[in-house]
């Protein structure tokens, strides 16, 4: 079984190295998706072409915004399962854009900076807290400086396709997430209509719990086989 990992907005790939050691460790053969972040359309391209370049079937996975984009990529007949990370998982004619405007009283929401030259970033003081609170202030201080701006076009689109609709999922929520509201996550992991686990983590749960996030993914893989 091969796993292609697909990154979120405002990072890129290396943050899955703990995961990845984990997986390979275990003998999975494992691809890291570095997608642009520019527009949907060329994630999902770059996430295929991951897909297309895997030795075996696959288990994909998408942290964050990367949940919406293995729910465009997913309905490759490749791919076994979807697991989602704190991930929007966008139906037909919705965007991230959609999911993210939704009103969730008494909850934390991504602290923002207004659009500048049509990409988002993260508010560089407030990111280490409101993405990765439970992970080393040194690690998130340089993540904060480090941002890869969001294209504005990435949580506009609309998806054509909804893969969950039509493969295994498997749906991972954090509690304690300053992202992605967890009652937006419960709104989404139910429609799923998949295996949902929550665990005690912020946003970056791939950073603070790597070890719990790997053995999840292992056992999509083993329920797909």
């Known amino acids: ?55 075996h079937p696959v288990i994909l996975v998408g942290h964050s915004y990367g949940g919406a984009v293995i729910t465009e990529a997913g309905d490759d007949p490749k791919v076994r399962s979807l697991v989602y990370l704190a991930a929007y998982a966008p139906d037909v004619g919705e965007s991230v854009l959609d999911l993210a405007e939704k009103p969730h009283p008494g909850e934390a929401r991504a602290p923002l900076l207004p659009p500048a030259d049509g990409y988002l970033t993260v508010d560089p003081a407030k990111f280490p807290t409101a993405f990765a609170a439970d992970v080393d202030p040194s690690t998130t201080r340089f993540m904060a400086a480090a941002q890869m701006p969001w294209g504005l ?64 993914i292992e056992t999509a893989a083993r329920a797909s086989k």
Not at 37 to 48: G, I, K, N, P, Y
Request: charge should be positive; avoid cysteine; proline fraction near 5%.
């Open 1 to 55: 079984m091969s796993i292609v990992l697909v990154h979120g907005a405002f990072v890129d790939g290396a943050g899955w190295k703990a995961v990845y050691d984990h997986l390979t460790s275990d003998g999975y053969d494992v691809l890291v998706v570095q997608q642009p972040t520019r527009t949907l359309d060329d994630d999902v391209s770059t996430t295929r072409r991951a897909i297309a370049a895997a030795r």
């Open 153 to 216: 076009k990435a949580p506009q689109t609309k998806l054509t396709t909804a893969a969950w609709k039509g493969k295994p999922t498997s749906f991972l929520l954090m509690t304690q997430d300053h992202m992605i509201p967890p009652s937006l996550q419960h709104m989404m992991s139910k429609r799923t209509g998949g295996k949902v686990v929550e665990i005690s983590s912020s946003h970056a749960v791939m950073l603070s719990h790597p070890q719990e996030v790997a053995a999840f």
